[in-house]
């Protein structure tokens, strides 16, 4: 049981091996979370007894309010309320929360889809990486394959200056976007002015060019693409749905492009900024300059292109876009500085050892402290969800067990030297769920690695899906679960090739990372005893045996990687291996024309396009 800062004493390892937080860590951890008093916002779920709340008013979302003798009314729209109870001649404002309780599922009974790195995805008019236009042919293309969906990388915002951080899971906000994968080419005003024309045209051989390389060299792609932009703007093109746009929009996002322009001028870790700009409220009182002004505006145009361009990707494809959340932000980025209170110091999440890591991991990202989330009316937790969950699409939430308990490692300590601290899992979710009806998106959990059951209780009880890989899974793929999202392989697990070649144990053997050869080996035999798959099949017979196997899933989604689509024999991520390889910037073998008609990408459309196909029918 966790004591009443949330921190758990023991833990259990995936043996089921107990082990017992040293003292040190858990009063240190103490230190860190503080006490927290705040009574926090009242979840209600719909089609519950409403919750005794004393005497008040109950302000709707709408405006509308409404008097309270003791609980709350019942069948209350969904949304966020406000309940202002009067006692002892005070008043005390506490948020309401209505909650559908559960998430919207997908509309088929069956889909399939392709997921993909998007900045790997080129296409022979990207600029060395892929963009929001090589996004928008993939949909075409998917649609055109038979596909439900595509699932993509996060797609965050860095800092606007280099060195780029090339992980898509160490994002400097989770609710803003990468300028980096606009296609500048697209952008309103890019051919209308002389001086605009001339650099784009400058900016696009350049940046042609580097796709001569397989290895995405951010850094320098960033480069190229600002000076367009800010070529573009400079030549000041037509604003009018710009400015439209930009006056709906919250005031974080002011805060967003403030940030970006302070960035550029102190550096990228805000706590080496001088102390008055170190606060976003700091920050506002001394951006008074017309400079500072029209920057901070240039950063929120760039939103604006992003935001416009991302939508288009799909629209008329009938493809939805399935977003992935990371589990957290660079402690040095937007989110961290705006969230200081709420985000915890001197700690990082990770995961204690286990069979594939055992030395465990540290991620590096600062968590929530629970408490404080509860007293800010978890608004930056809303805020994250709802900016991250495509409309009509989905999301993809990373390490979804974080709902419920992370593990967090104070600064100094080896990865295993932590202790889970528990999270309001069942307020989170059903925010999760709130967001899910509002956007019309479906939500995947991914729940893999160590578990508890009672997650995936109630990632059940709100239908948020459950994720199965052909890696891990000792049963069969007929027995895996039909409330899930199921693949072959994930980003930072071997391709099909990779294993069946056995060249990503030669990889991690190269790096020294001490692979455990004898889990690889076990998925290997696995897939060949499954798909009776002779010791020297070829490579394309061993993909198209793992997505045959696929194809026998119920699960509701079924996702086949690009890699595996064009026989990549590397994987996106080797963690523990940033120093000897290049980790998540590695383009796929192909540009996008030619993935289109590849014969293998073919033939695994075909496939999982009949496979689903036939159960619908069914």
């Given at each position: 049981?966790?004591?009443?800062?949330?921190?758990?004493?023991?833990?259990?390892?995936?043996?089921?091996?107990?082990?017992?937080?040293?003292?040190?860590?858990?009063?240190?951890?103490?230190?860190?979370?503080?006490?927290?008093?705040?009574?926090?916002?009242?979840?209600?779920?719909t089609g519950t007894e409403p919750p005794a709340v004393g005497r008040g008013e109950l302000v709707l979302e709408d405006g509308t309010a409404l008097t309270v003798d003791d609980a709350l009314p019942p069948d209350l729209p969904l949304g966020y309320h406000s309940f202002r109870a009067s006692a002892g001649g005070s008043t005390e404002e506490?948020?309401?929360?209505?909650?559908?309780?559960?998430?919207?599922?997908?509309?088929?009974?069956?889909?399939?889809?392709?997921?993909?790195?998007?900045?790997?995805?080129?296409?022979?008019?990207?600029?060395?990486?892929?963009?929001?236009?090589?996004?928008?042919?993939?949909?075409?293309?998917?649609?055109?394959?038979?596909?439900?969906?595509?699932?993509?990388?996060?797609?965050?915002?860095?800092?606007?200056?280099?060195?780029?951080?090339?992980?898509?899971?160490?994002?400097?906000?989770?609710?803003?976007?990468?300028?980096?994968?606009?296609?500048?080419?697209?952008?309103?005003?890019?051919?209308?002015?002389?001086?605009?024309?001339?650099?784009?045209?400058?900016?696009?051989?350049?940046?042609?060019?580097?796709?001569?390389?397989?290895?995405?060299?951010?850094?320098?792609?960033?480069?190229?693409?600002?000076?367009?932009?800010?070529?573009?703007?400079?030549?000041?093109?037509?604003?009018?749905?710009?400015?439209?746009?930009?006056?709906?929009?919250?005031?974080?996002?002011?805060?967003?492009?403030?940030?970006?322009?302070?960035?550029?001028?102190?550096?990228?870790?805000?706590?080496?900024?001088?102390?008055?700009?170190?606060?976003?409220?700091?920050?506002?009182?001394?951006?008074?300059d017309d400079r500072a002004r029209d920057r901070a505006r240039f950063y929120a145009w760039l939103q604006w292109l992003a935001s416009q361009q991302l939508r288009k990707a799909t629209d008329g494809t009938a493809v939805a876009l399935l977003q992935d959340l990371p589990i957290g932000v660079d402690p040095s980025g937007f989110d961290a500085?705006?969230?200081?209170?709420?985000?915890?110091?001197?700690?990082?999440?990770?995961?204690?050892?286990?069979?594939?890591?055992?030395?465990?991991?540290?991620?590096?990202?600062?968590?929530?402290?629970?408490?404080?989330?509860?007293?800010?009316?978890?608004?930056?937790?809303?805020?994250?969800?709802?900016?991250?969950?495509?409309?009509?699409?989905?999301?993809?939430?990373?390490?979804?067990?974080?709902?419920?308990?992370?593990?967090?490692?104070?600064?100094?300590?080896?990865?295993?030297?932590?202790?889970?601290?528990?999270?309001?899992?069942?307020?989170?979710?059903?925010?999760?769920?709130?967001?899910?009806?509002?956007?019309?998106?479906?939500?995947?959990?991914?729940?893999?690695?160590?578990?508890?059951?009672?997650?995936?209780?109630?990632?059940?009880?709100?239908?948020?899906?459950?994720?199965?890989?052909?890696?891990?899974?000792?049963?069969?793929?007929?027995?895996?679960?039909?409330?899930?999202?199921?693949?072959?392989?994930?980003?930072?697990?071997?391709?099909?090739?990779?294993?069946?070649?056995?060249?990503?144990?030669?990889?991690?053997?190269?790096?020294?990372?001490?692979?455990?050869?004898?889990?690889?080996?076990?998925?290997?035999?696995?897939l060949a005893e499954r798909a009776n798959l002779a010791d020297d099949a070829t490579n394309d017979d061993a993909v198209i045996a793992a997505h045959d196997l696929l194809g026998r899933a119920p699960c509701r989604l079924l996702a086949a990687t690009l890699d595996d689509a064009v026989g990549a024999a590397a994987r996106p991520n080797m963690?523990?291996?940033?120093?000897?390889?290049?980790?998540?910037?590695?383009?796929?073998?192909?540009?996008?024309?030619?993935?289109?008609?590849?014969?293998?990408?073919?033939?695994?459309?075909?496939?999982?396009?009949?496979?689903?196909?036939?159960?619908?029918?069914?």
């Open positions: 049981m966790p004591d009443e800062w949330g921190i758990e004493p023991r833990w259990f390892d995936v043996s089921g091996h107990e082990h017992v937080v040293a003292d040190a860590t858990i009063t240190h951890l103490r230190d860190i979370i503080g006490t927290h008093t705040g009574a926090g916002p009242i979840v209600v779920r506490r948020r309401v929360i209505v909650s559908p309780g559960r998430c919207r599922l997908p509309t088929a009974p069956q889909s399939w889809g392709w997921a993909a790195q998007l900045y790997a995805t080129r296409s022979q008019e990207s600029w060395g990486i892929g963009d929001f236009g090589d996004l928008a042919t993939l949909a075409r293309w998917s649609a055109a394959c038979g596909a439900g969906f595509v699932l993509v990388n996060p797609l965050g915002a860095t800092h606007p200056v280099v060195p780029q951080q090339p992980s898509p899971y160490f994002p400097a906000s989770r609710r803003f976007l990468n300028p980096i994968y606009l296609r500048v080419g697209n952008v309103p005003g890019a051919r209308d002015a002389t001086a605009a024309h001339d650099a784009v045209e400058r900016a696009d051989a350049a940046g042609l060019a580097l796709n001569g390389s397989r290895v995405i060299d951010r850094d320098e792609i960033w480069t190229l693409k600002l000076a367009a932009l800010e070529a573009i703007w400079t030549s000041r093109p037509a604003l009018d749905q710009f400015d439209r746009w930009h006056a709906e929009q919250p005031e974080t996002l002011e805060r967003f492009a403030a940030w970006c322009a302070l960035v550029e001028q102190h550096g990228r870790e805000w706590r080496d900024w001088p102390n008055v700009i170190q606060t976003p409220a700091g920050a506002r009182s001394q951006a008074d500085w705006e969230w200081q209170g709420v985000l915890a110091s001197g700690v990082t999440v990770g995961a204690p050892p286990d069979e594939f890591n055992t030395r465990g991991q540290n991620w590096g990202l600062p968590p929530f402290i629970p408490g404080a989330l509860r007293e800010a009316d978890y608004q930056p937790f809303i805020e994250t969800i709802r900016a991250s969950m495509a409309p009509g699409g989905g999301l993809r939430i990373d390490h979804v067990m974080g709902l419920f308990r992370l593990w967090w490692v104070p600064e100094g300590n080896d990865p295993g030297d932590g202790a889970y601290v528990r999270y309001p899992g069942d307020d989170l979710l059903a925010i999760v769920a709130l967001e899910s009806e509002r956007a019309g998106a479906f939500v995947v959990g991914e729940d893999l690695g160590t578990v508890e059951d009672s997650v995936r209780a109630a990632m059940a009880e709100h239908d948020v899906l459950s994720y199965r890989l052909l890696w891990f899974e000792e049963h069969e793929p007929p027995q895996w679960p039909a409330a899930a999202l199921g693949a072959v392989t994930t980003h930072d697990l071997p391709t099909v090739v990779g294993l069946w070649s056995r060249s990503d144990l030669a990889e991690q053997r190269a790096a020294e990372l001490d692979p455990n050869e004898a889990s690889a080996e076990a998925m290997r035999s696995r963690p523990g291996a940033d120093e000897q390889r290049p980790n998540w910037s590695l383009a796929l073998p192909e540009p996008l024309e030619a993935i289109v008609q590849h014969p293998l990408a073919t033939r695994v459309a075909a496939r999982l396009s009949d496979a689903v196909k036939e159960r619908n029918c069914e």
